[in-house]
């Protein structure tokens, strides 16, 4: 039952942990250390797999946990900044040559995390406002909110390098 689930739901739990990781293989640790955090917590309740927003939320707690011990081993470290490597495509491996799918990465990525989320558990995780609430502990007006204004900002900026391109062309 576990495989059909991740099978189902894995794409989209990496891409939400991909927004809380700075390359796709941490990510991947996100999604691995939610998933083994959730299968010891369904144990006690039968063993089946959990719903789709407690485990956005489970994921969210191990990136905000993750984000929690970077800053301080990079505090006590003092060393090198990390820069974030995008260069994979998270929207579709297709696309990874298709500038407009790039482009669109790319201004996800320039949203702010609150809204960055929302876009993410809703366009690419399916997830309802009243689900994305529950996760992100916010009201559903809150998250519809921030979603509109987050396709305001990404429709804004779309269209700025569209005419950008046609400028040039």
């Known amino acids: 039952m576990w495989k059909e689930w991740l099978a189902a739901h894995g794409p989209r739990l990496l891409l939400f942990a991909r927004g809380w990781s700075n390359c796709q293989q941490d990510a991947e640790d996100l999604v691995q250390e939610a998933v083994l955090r959730l299968w010891n917590h369904q144990a006690d309740k039968g063993g089946l797999p959990p719903d789709l927003p407690f485990a956005f939320s489970t994921i969210r707690f191990c990136g905000l946990n993750h984000y929690r011990t970077e800053s301080r081993r990079r505090k006590?470290?003092?060393?090198?900044?990390?820069?974030?490597d995008f260069e994979d495509v998270w929207l579709d491996p297709v696309l990874e040559d298709?500038?407009?799918?790039?482009?669109?990465?790319?201004?996800?990525?320039?949203?702010?995390?609150?809204?960055?989320?929302?876009?993410?558990?809703?366009?690419?995780?399916?997830?309802?406002?009243?689900?994305?609430?529950?996760?992100?502990?916010?009201?559903?007006?809150?998250a519809a909110s921030r979603y509109r204004y987050a396709l305001e900002q990404l429709a804004q900026e779309l269209r700025q390098l569209k005419e950008a391109r046609s400028e040039t062309a």
């Open 98 to 142: 298709d500038e407009d799918a790039t482009a669109l990465r790319d201004a996800v990525q320039r949203l702010s995390p609150k809204l960055r989320e929302v876009v993410v558990m809703k366009s690419w995780g399916g997830l309802t406002f009243a689900e994305i609430s529950e996760t992100l502990a916010i009201s559903p007006n809150t």
């Open 76 to 84: 006590r470290e003092e060393s090198i900044i990390y820069l974030n």
